[in-house]
């Protein structure tokens, strides 16, 4: 709801889209490698992607999306940054309960679907390897059931997948 009420997207954003567990790691290393091509041509060893996780670099809107920290955290790659997408924000918001500013701004948008059999497996085990010894590891039916109604985070795979 914070993101719904204080983030105004600006024509030069770029928004990323994942389900969890669906390559978001990746895909923000991608494109921030992309975007920042020029301002590091011939400096491999300088590259801030060798010394930060690429979620440092490319901010979750859902993390930082409060009243202060959607204006003020405008240029999250680097100072002098040259390109045409000066922002790039990664979230796993639905696209269907973005912001309008997002919807109806000029901004891009990328949205990576990774295979469901492959997303489910996944966040199966990334849950149990968070889940407390004391609960026991999550049946893989259980598990399965929970991934199709959304109850693992951000709404059922085929919702969030399609923009239902």
Known sequence: MSVQQHFKAQDTDLILIT???SGTTWLKALAF???SR???PNTRSQHPL???NPHKLVPFLELNSNKEGCHIRRLPIVSNFQSPMANIFSTHIPYHSLPDSIKNSGCRVVYLCRNPYDAFVCTWHFV???RAKSFGPLSCNDAFDMFCRGVMGFGPFWDH???H
Do not use: E, R, T
Request: no cysteine; net charge positive.
């Open 19 to 21: 389900m969890p567990k």
């Open 33 to 35: 490698a992309i975007a």
């Open 38 to 40: 020029h301002d590091y």
């Open 50 to 52: 060798l010394a930060s």
């Open 128 to 130: 149990n390897k968070a």
């Open 161 to 163: 997948a399609l923009g």
